[in-house]
């Protein structure tokens, strides 16, 4: 398979079938451009949020969702905010596309815990057998998580609300470390509290308390590494108000503590290629 990749992104593992990519933006705005895709990619934002749009499906991907591109999609992608990026890229063609990505799953799915797991998995990962076989099953749950989606159509939202939701929605993945409340957070977008949390619930799918917890605890994850189990100091950086906070609500999400995941990376990291 001929990948085509951007200069601008790293790739981590290439392969006949499976690529696996790292994108990283210091933090440009942009207006909207526009790219045809070839083959199956998946983008898991870990950092940061930008707009995307295939047809009349329109999100603003942060790191609580996963956004799919099939052969023949017409993608739009804008930058909102200078804020810097961080996304892992999951590529797949030949029989491993067609057995796990069928044509007609939802462009955008939101990640379970147990997804997003797989994901820091495969992002700590170095030997490259494992790598490959990460992103195939971590492309595979995510298409599991799209298949949850309940088929029944829903109504779309207003472009006023969408466009309410995706400030609010842009302000938590950039601000998320700030000591964000619900009243600041909608009057920065220009709504009340009462309007900004009932239309943020309503084109969203949660509510503001529940998403801003979620992208805090998916800061967290891909930093447990580095951490060197200094979980104070990181349970902090990510807007938690105390370590016993951040390890109920990461137990409460994940099903695990932190410092088991922390020990999982380090027994990773020393991983190496034979």
Same mark, same amino acid.
């Given at each position: 398979m001929?990948?085509?990749?951007?200069?601008?992104?790293?790739?981590?593992?290439?392969?006949?079938?499976?690529?696996?990519?790292?994108?990283?933006?210091?933090?440009?705005?942009?207006?909207w451009t526009r790219e045809a895709t070839s083959h199956f990619v998946l983008e898991l934002p870990r950092r940061g949020a930008h707009l995307r749009a295939i047809g009349r499906e329109r999100v603003l991907a942060d790191p609580t969702i996963a956004a799919l591109s099939f052969p023949g999609d017409e993608l739009s992608i804008a930058s909102p905010s200078a804020a810097p990026q961080e996304s892992t890229l999951v590529g797949l063609a030949g029989t491993v596309a067609e057995e796990l990505a069928p044509g007609g799953s939802p462009r955008i799915v939101r990640l379970s815990p147990g997804t997003a797991l797989l994901h820091q998995r495969?992002?700590?990962?170095?030997?490259?057998?494992?790598?490959?076989?990460?992103?195939?099953?971590?492309?595979?749950?995510?298409?599991?998580?799209?298949?949850?989606?309940?088929?029944?159509?829903?109504?779309?939202? &207003?472009?006023?609300?969408?466009?309410?939701?995706?400030?609010?929605?842009?302000?938590?993945?950039?601000?998320?470390?700030?000591?964000?409340?619900?009243?600041?957070?909608? &009057?920065?977008?220009?709504?009340?509290?009462?309007h900004g949390s009932r239309v943020f619930r309503a084109v969203v799918g949660e509510t503001v308390h529940r998403h801003l917890r979620r992208v805090r605890l998916r800061a967290a994850l891909f930093d447990l590494a580095a951490a060197n189990g200094r979980l104070s100091e990181l349970a902090l950086r990510a807007g938690f108000s105390s370590h016993s906070h951040f390890t109920a609500a990461f137990q409460s999400e994940f099903a695990c503590l932190p410092s088991d995941v922390a020990a999982l990376d380090r027994a990773w990291l020393r991983l190496r290629p034979r």
């Open positions: 001929n990948w085509e990749v951007a200069a601008s992104i790293r790739r981590i593992l290439v392969g006949p079938e499976v690529l696996v990519a790292d994108f990283r933006c210091p933090g440009e705005r942009r207006g495969l992002v700590t990962t170095k030997d490259p057998v494992a790598v490959e076989e990460g992103a195939v099953l971590l492309a595979a749950r995510v298409l599991e998580d799209a298949r949850g989606v309940a088929s029944r159509a829903e109504a779309r939202p &207003s472009a006023s609300h969408r466009r309410l939701a995706e400030e609010m929605q842009h302000l938590i993945a950039t601000r998320h470390h700030e000591g964000l409340t619900l009243a600041n957070i909608t &009057s920065a977008c220009g709504a009340s509290t009462f």
